[in-house]
């Protein structure tokens, strides 16, 4: 093996960055024209696209490269986490903007499942989690800065909420009350397919509610407060559950704790006790 020392390593990646940004000028120089005349035949989404990459590229240059060339780690480590934060977003703006402009307030209806309202809103819910949820939303989970994002979309939160998914789709159907606990992979499910139609519905949890991890609450559903749903709980659509109540199972069933039970347990501790 032929030996070789980090400065050279350096000085050939250096060149190489200098060759290719020479290259891509005169490129650039050579198509000027048609480019000019093919972007103003473009969409404005393109436009909006071309820019946000151009900023990013310009980031680069203008932050990292420079820092890393003079060695100013503080200032690449500054950078980074301010990329980090930006970026994220950005893009979890761009999702609410696209939301409203393609989709408006979401209200209770029924749609063909092959309509052009259904796939617009598959879209919306495609880039809800892809773009703005794989990068922000899913982390801020648990945390009350998820709420108010979830606002900005249009879901209706009240204060104090705990809320350990972003599992919603129809956000201005959603109504989740004061202290609410939402706990993890829980599905607040505003919609179904049933017979290829598409129906809409609303969700609303009233106050100090307990949706246990995996319960799924399905479409016109009312939970009255400090009501419980324990885990992997499904409350089917169109119920009602009364306030101060605790439910189980699929489909959800009160829990019934029998005062008998309950005393022949203490019964049979205290004998053993009594024994021992």
Same mark, same amino acid.
């Given at each position: 093996m032929h030996g070789s020392t980090p400065g050279g390593h350096r000085s050939t990646i250096v060149g190489v960055v200098h060759l290719i940004a020479r290259a891509m000028g005169k490129t650039a120089e050579i198509v000027h024209v048609p480019m000019e005349v093919a972007r103003r035949q473009r969409p404005p989404l393109l436009h909006w696209g071309e820019s946000l990459a151009g900023s990013a590229i310009l980031s680069i240059d203008n932050f990292f490269y420079p820092a890393v060339q003079t060695r100013d780690w503080p200032m690449l480590a500054a950078s980074f986490v301010a990329a980090s934060i930006v970026i994220p977003l950005l893009q979890t703006f761009i999702v609410v903007a696209v939301k409203w402009l393609t989709m408006g307030i979401y209200a209770p209806l029924m749609k063909p499942m092959w309509s052009w309202w259904a796939m617009r809103t598959e879209a919306v819910a495609v880039l809800y989690w892809g773009l703005g +949820?794989?990068? *922000? *939303?899913?982390h801020l989970q648990g945390t009350p800065f998820l709420p108010w994002f979830l606002r900005l979309f249009g879901a209706r939160m009240g204060k104090g909420i705990c809320i350990n998914t972003t599992d919603i789709t129809e956000f201005d159907c959603v109504e989740v009350g004061d202290f609410c606990s939402i706990n993890a992979l829980a599905? *607040?499910?505003?919609? *179904?397919?049933?017979?290829?139609?598409?129906?809409? +519905?609303r969700v609303k949890l009233g106050r100090g509610v307990f949706v246990g991890a995996n319960a799924t609450v399905l479409y016109d559903t009312h939970i009255g407060d400090y009501a419980r749903l324990r885990p992997l709980t499904v409350v089917m659509k169109g119920e009602n559950i009364p306030a101060n109540s605790e439910w189980e199972g699929a489909p959800a069933v009160p829990v019934v704790h029998k005062a008998a039970e309950l005393q022949a347990v203490s019964s049979a501790h205290y004998a053993r006790g009594a024994g021992a």
């Open positions: +949820g794989k990068v *922000l *939303l899913e599905a *607040l499910q505003t919609h *179904l397919y049933e017979d290829r139609v598409m129906k809409v +519905g």
